[in-house]
């Protein structure tokens, strides 16, 4: 028996700690341009992303913090050769998940914690947020953690609360 409450906290401390490590991952790139969306940029860890200047890359942001925490959540979407001949011919055409993935609960290693005002209540540091056409990785006192256009900036995106179909997802690892 006290084997099993052992290995219960040593998995509940481990889940802990990647949450932890997605916010402290996240925390250190505040006012990065690295990011941003004028900036052209092969993805860290994968040679088959890779994504051009004018591209939005919060997805790529949200998937690297994941990926510097020590979970893989792939790349399950691919550009249309047709429209990026360039990238297809280089086979750098995979997409790490965007916000259609987190909203229909397709990315593995996260679970759905609540929608709207549930999830923001329910919210903790390192959960992934996902809205409208942005996502981001929550932070602290109603705030979030996520790339623009110019930087990766903290803000209260995601609490504001006129964001529509909001989702908070958390971290549980392989099931």
Not at 38 to 55: L, S
Not at 132 to 150: E, L, M, P
Request: proline residues 3%.
């Amino acid at each position: 028996m006290n084997n099993i409450i052992y290995l219960f906290l040593l998995i509940t401390i481990a889940y802990g700690d990647m949450q932890l490590d997605i916010y402290n991952n996240a925390k250190k790139y505040i006012g990065e341009k690295y990011w941003a969306k004028d900036k052209e940029r092969q993805a860290k860890g994968n040679e088959h992303v890779f994504f051009n200047k004018g591209d939005w890359k919060c997805n790529l942001f949200v998937y690297e913090m994941i990926l510097d925490s020590g979970y893989d959540i792939g790349t399950p979407n691919e550009l249309n050769c047709f429209r990026h001949p360039i990238l297809c011919f280089r086979d750098q055409l995979k997409r790490p998940p965007c916000v259609t993935e987190w909203k229909n609960e397709e990315v593995p290693g996260f679970v759905l914690i609540g929608e709207g005002d549930e999830g923001r209540n329910k919210s903790k540091k390192g959960d992934i947020i996902a809205a409208d056409s942005h996502v981001g990785i929550v932070s602290k006192n109603k705030k979030t953690i996520s790339a623009t256009d110019k930087e990766i900036v903290e803000n209260d995106w995601g609490f504001r609360g006129d964001e529509e179909e909001l989702k908070v997802f958390r971290y549980v690892g392989d099931e």
